[in-house]
Structures are given as C-alpha cells and as structure tokens.
C-alpha cells in the first residue's frame, strides 16, 4: 500500500512477489550481525534486478522485546494500517526513536537506515504503521514520494546538531509545502545532550510559526536515553499523541 520506489537495483527480487529481502529474513547483514538493529530495519540490499520496493509489504524478523506488541502487518495478515511517515536527517535519531516507541525500552540504534525501516506498533486502539527512510543525502529524495499516503509526518530533529538546523528546517518546509492539512509531530530529539536547543529555540529555528495555522502541529522533546530504560515521559507523551492524531486523523 506504499507508493513503489521506481528505481532498479533494489529488493525484493522479484516483483511483484512479497518475499522479503534477506535482512527481512531475518538473516544477519555480513557487517551487522550484532547489530541491536538486526531485524528491525530492512536495508538495501545487494543490487537486484527488482524495479519496485514496496516497504510495507517486506516483513521483519522482530527483536524479541518486540514481538508482543509489534507485528508487521504484512506478517499479521492484516489489512492496511494507519500509516506515518517518519523523516528527518541523518543522525537524528529516528531508529532509536521508532525502537523505543515499539518496546517501550529504550534501545538506541547504533547504525544508519540505509533505506527504509518500518516498524508496527499495536495500541489499544489502533494499528500503526511507521516508516522511517533513512536521512542521508541520496535518500532523501524518496521522502517527498511517501508523503501523500501518510495520515502524519514525524519529524525528528537532533537538538544539539545546531549547524544542520536550518537544512532540517529547509527540508521540513519544502516538504509540507504543498500539504496545508497534514499533521505534523516533530521530535526535537537528543533533549539530554549538553548544548541542546530548548523546545523553544527548536521552534524558532524550524521557523514552525511560518508552517501554517491549518494543520496540526506538535513539537515535543524527547530523548533516548541509556540502552534498557523505560522510556522517558516525554516519549510515552509523544506515542499517546501520535495514537491520538492518528485516530482524528483517519
Ligand atoms: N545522546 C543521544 N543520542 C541519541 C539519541 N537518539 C539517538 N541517539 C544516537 O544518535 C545516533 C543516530 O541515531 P539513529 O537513531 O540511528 O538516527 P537516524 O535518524 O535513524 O539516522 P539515519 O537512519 O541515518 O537517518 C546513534 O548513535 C544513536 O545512538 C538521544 O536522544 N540522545
Ligand atoms: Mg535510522
């Protein structure tokens, strides 16, 4: 139900087939096989001959803190879930993020997405689904390709990388800019780094006033912090409003 990336060399082998890509499997990647974030992203893989990567149908091997409440829907053989984008720059930290969100345990990631990483979480009363595409520069065109499909863009924003601040604004802005209704939660992340801009600092270096009074917007500190923890209220915070919106928003 993700809108395909139209871009050969990537997998899975043979579209339109749902196989999962190797990582998928559940099989360690040769650099990362201790990586915490095994079987919870979905990197690229080797060049294939595939023309489609349709993300949300790839299914994931889940950590085993993860597999009570987080099932991919494709393994759940479910229907289409609400579905939330969550974009941002490299480094920002929307792995860590999306990980401590689904186990509700902090877990920090430890390697870059390079591709997509996509992660349900069950709640009570809904069904997310969030896809994460990876920040660095040759990704990023992809972000604008998912946006019309989403019911929300989570927005993550490292608050203590003040230098890549206005390229993370500049990126928000023209993201949105054809979008005036869809909802926006951004995550001023890495609260707990010395250096860090305040919420308020945040706001005025996204410039989140200019981005319109029609659509809703939410800017939240977060951090994540030592590996294990539970997660801060403030994330806990973040995850009720995100279930919140999605449930208005659908
Ligand atoms: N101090 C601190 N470090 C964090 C926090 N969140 C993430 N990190 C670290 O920041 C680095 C990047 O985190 P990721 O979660 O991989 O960032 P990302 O936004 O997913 O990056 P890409 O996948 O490359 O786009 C990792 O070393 C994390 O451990 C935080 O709140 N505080
Ligand atoms: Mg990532």
């Not at 559940?26 to 979905?42: D, L, Q, V, W």
């Not at 509700?104 to 990483?117: D, H, I, L, Y």
């Not at 990876?134 to 490292?158: A, N």
Request: neutral net charge.
């Amino acid at each position: 139900s993700w809108p395909a990336v139209p871009r050969a060399g990537w997998c899975p082998r043979d579209p339109p087939s749902l196989r999962p890509c190797a990582c998928a499997a559940g099989a360690p990647r040769a650099s990362s096989a201790s990586s915490p974030r095994r079987g919870f992203c979905c990197a690229l893989q080797a060049p294939c001959s595939a023309s489609f990567f349709p993300p949300a149908l790839l299914s994931f091997a889940l950590a085993p803190a993860a597999r009570v409440n987080v099932l991919p829907l494709a393994l759940q053989g479910k229907g289409r879930g609400k579905q939330i984008l969550v974009l941002g720059l490299d480094g920002a930290g929307k792995s860590s993020v999306l990980h401590s969100l689904a186990t509700n345990r902090v877990k920090r990631s430890v390697a870059p997405t390079e591709g997509f990483n996509a992660v349900c979480i069950n709640t009570e009363e809904s069904q997310m689904e969030f896809l994460e595409i990876g920040g660095s520069e040759s990704l990023r065109s992809y972000w604008k390709m998912y946006l019309p499909k989403v019911l929300l863009l989570v927005y993550v924003v490292d608050s203590a990388d003040h230098a890549r601040l206005p390229v993370a604004k500049q990126l928000l802005h023209q993201l949105i800019q054809n979008n005036s209704t869809l909802p926006v939660v951004v995550l001023a992340n890495k609260q707990d780094l010395e250096g860090a801009y305040c919420i308020t600092d945040i706001h005025d270096a996204l410039a989140l006033s200019d981005i319109g009074d029609e659509r809703k917007m939410f800017l939240i500190g977060t951090h994540v912090a030592e590996d294990g923890s539970e997660i801060s209220s403030s994330m806990k915070d973040a995850k009720d409003l995100i279930g919140q919106l999605v449930l208005e928003t659908q």
